[in-house]
């Protein structure tokens, strides 16, 4: 009886000091502990367009859970370079942030981080880096990356800003659901969210803990020929459209936290709590974007020959595919879609986590 009593003590003292490594990598992460050894701070290096315009023609106007990442995937079926909010904030939002940061009246830090996660609270970090942010400043760091079409779900107060500098660009109004509707869907997909994300990020975070990143970053460049900093400089492929690769996976989910998790809380997401105020979101387009520029969307019943129609799209296949658009994945959706990438660099994980314990 003793043996099994020592043997499970064992398994516990085990089991308790795995999870500690990991959640000190999480925390890590949360707090960009080493990222100012390892990130890059490169931007894209893009031509810009004029001043004041942004290149982008078709913006989707809706908050997250009304299908925005469906009419996405139908504009990059159409042959618009994409960005979903994600794409936006690692290409385009962290060199916008870190500029305003970097500033010696702002502090003069390095990098932005200013942010803490979300599940800690809201705070006003990223729309105090959007109030400080010039329409020239904007319009120019999304040209140099090269998006033609743009969903704001997540970053909604960068909608308008963007739209006044994108004079010919016509909007997706993603109008569709009733308030109750989109309340549930919300709701429901929120605290999957944030606990699949939760559990996911104990194991993607081991690189965080130690400044392993100094070295396999560039390493992870080198053996994919050049991957990372390619994606880096021009902001294309959006890797939200998928099949990113293993190194710019790897690179991204170490961006993640600070590029994505903690924007979360920074103040560009709105929360729409009453039906009044969900119903006067949609309405404000309604009065502010010219009749011939704007395309009421519903899930239900419009097709690609309808998008294709209103965007003056002719000539391409797509167009006639018949029936709505399909519902496409959400949680945890770049992993679903691509388990075999995702699969392939939890070895690496598991031995960085090793490497902590050994160290810890």
């Given at each position: 009886r003793r043996p099994a009593m020592a043997r499970c003590g064992s398994c516990c003292s085990f089991a308790w000091k795995a999870l500690l490594v990991s959640w000190m990598s999480h925390t890590a992460g949360f707090m960009c502990l080493f990222n100012w050894a390892w990130e890059p701070t490169t931007t894209c290096t893009g031509p810009p367009q004029p001043v004041n315009q942004s290149g982008i023609e078709v913006l989707v106007y809706g908050m997250s859970k009304t299908g925005t990442k469906s009419i996405s995937t139908a504009l990059r079926r159409l042959g618009y370079p994409t960005y979903?909010?994600?794409?936006?904030?690692?290409?385009?939002w962290a060199g916008v942030a870190d500029a305003f940061w970097r500033r010696p009246e702002n502090g003069?830090?390095?990098?932005?981080?200013?942010?803490?996660?979300?599940?800690?609270?809201?705070?006003?970090?990223?729309?105090?880096?959007?109030?400080?942010?010039?329409?020239?400043?904007l319009a120019a760091a999304l040209s140099r990356c090269g998006p033609k079409a743009m969903a704001f779900?997540?970053?909604?107060?960068?909608?308008?800003?963007?739209?006044?500098?994108?004079?010919?660009?016509?909007?997706?109004?993603?109008?569709?659901?009733?308030?109750?509707?989109?309340?549930?869907?919300?709701?429901?997909?929120?605290?999957?969210?944030?606990?699949?994300?939760?559990?996911?990020?104990?194991?993607?975070?081991?690189?965080?803990?130690?400044?392993?990143?100094?070295?396999?970053?560039?390493?992870?460049?080198?053996?994919?020929?050049?991957?990372?900093?390619?994606?880096?400089?021009?902001?294309?492929?959006?890797?939200?459209?998928?099949?990113?690769?293993?190194?710019?996976?790897?690179?991204?989910?170490?961006?993640?936290?600070?590029?994505?998790?903690?924007?979360?809380?920074?103040?560009?997401?709105?929360?729409?709590?009453?039906?009044?105020?969900?119903?006067?979101f949609f309405e404000e387009a309604r009065r502010r974007v010219p009749p011939d520029r704007l395309f009421e969307w519903d899930m239900r019943r419009h097709t690609m020959r309808d998008l294709c129609e209103f965007l003056g799209v002719a000539?391409?296949?797509?167009?006639?595919?018949?029936?709505?658009?399909?519902?496409?994945?959400?949680?945890?959706?770049?992993?679903?879609?691509?388990?075999?990438?995702?699969?392939?660099?939890?070895?690496?994980?598991?031995?960085?986590?090793?490497?902590?314990?050994?160290?810890?």
């Open positions: 979903h909010s994600e794409d936006f904030l690692n290409s385009v003069g830090a390095r990098m932005a981080t200013g942010g803490y996660p979300a599940y800690l609270g809201r705070n006003t970090s990223d729309i105090k880096a959007l109030n400080g942010t010039s329409s020239e400043e779900d997540g970053i909604d107060q960068l909608f308008w800003p963007t739209y006044a500098v994108s004079p010919t660009a016509k909007v997706v109004s993603m109008s569709w659901r009733t308030y109750a509707q989109y309340r549930k869907s919300f709701d429901d997909f929120g605290w999957q969210m944030v606990t699949a994300y939760w559990i996911y990020g104990l194991l993607v975070s081991s690189p965080l803990l130690l400044p392993y990143n100094v070295v396999l970053i560039p390493l992870f460049d080198r053996l994919s020929g050049g991957d990372i900093t390619k994606w880096l400089t021009t902001g294309q492929p959006a890797f939200t459209a998928g099949n990113e690769g293993i190194a710019r996976r790897f690179v991204r989910q170490c961006f993640g936290w600070r590029r994505w998790m903690m924007r979360l809380s920074g103040g560009l997401e709105v929360y729409y709590n009453t039906q009044q105020e969900y119903e006067a000539g391409n296949a797509e167009c006639d595919v018949p029936g709505a658009l399909p519902k496409s994945i959400n949680l945890m959706y770049l992993e679903r879609e691509n388990p075999v990438e995702a699969l392939s660099l939890v070895p690496l994980y598991i031995f960085l986590h090793y490497l902590n314990w050994r160290v810890l």
